[in-house]
């Protein structure tokens, strides 16, 4: 789950047009920076999924996620292990990125003792039934996209604080493929660099998803690293909503690379 004040009258109107001055960050440097506030090194956190609509209960599930850096620095291995209720106790999803929209995703289905492969083309598909999907689980990267400020204005649901928005469209078609979308837009608090919102557009340009970013927290004091512990996204067609709530963010905990391994999804709760 990739983020100080500018405020000057010639700022705001390079921004508005899309262009920075010489003395400000563009599109890129926004993301870029946003990517880094949140970025670490690993973590372990211990989360619930709930999902719930309009005409259905609301349902959760509880997980941990294991998290930690690729090798080339970028890209991240990441294991998500649930725990309860007790009809998906042991199912596991590993999720190891690869760049270009090209990630490989492994499910574990323990009821069946089988792991199966998610295809790319299928990862757009949804995430243990939620509103996120797979490719929502993993990182976009900042070369992934091509970006554009957009404008600066009142961040959602704080109008005290300044966001940029940022419009990002995929930089290749693998990239659109994997992740399903045409165009991101993200609002990114010029204050610390914190994404609070994204709304997701699909393949027609209609606006599909919303996700808010809420609750963000330091987890790591000596690199000032702060990660939102609440994430909502609201699926605008199906009218249903999925919020990722977290419990424990553990950053002091190693996390070893036996933990991603095809081997390590069945090992026991």
Known sequence: MKTLVMSSAVMAIAIASGVANAGGPNARDVMTKSAAVSSLEHVTLTSTLTIGGTDSESRSKSFTLFRKTASDGVHFRSLARFSAPAEIRGEA???????????EVLL????????????????RASFMGSSFSYADMTTQTVDDYKHDIAKSEA???DPKSTCFVVVSQPASEA???NQGYAKKTTWVRSSDYQAIQTELHDETGALWKRIVYTD????DSAKKKAVPHAIR?????AKKFSQIVVHKADTGTAVTDQLFTEQSLSRDL
Do not use: F, H
Not at 108 to 123: C, D, G, H, I, N
Not at 233 to 237: G, Q, S
């Open 93 to 103: 999803v590993l999720m190891d990125e690869r760049g270009s929209g090209r990630n």
């Open 216 to 219: 963000i927290r330091e987890v």
């Open 108 to 123: 574990w289905l323990p009821r069946y003792k089988k792991t199966r492969r998610v295809e790319t083309q299928a990862q």
């Open 155 to 157: 961040c959602p649901s």
């Open 233 to 237: 996204v609201d699926d605008l067609k």
């Open 175 to 177: 990239v659109k493929a």
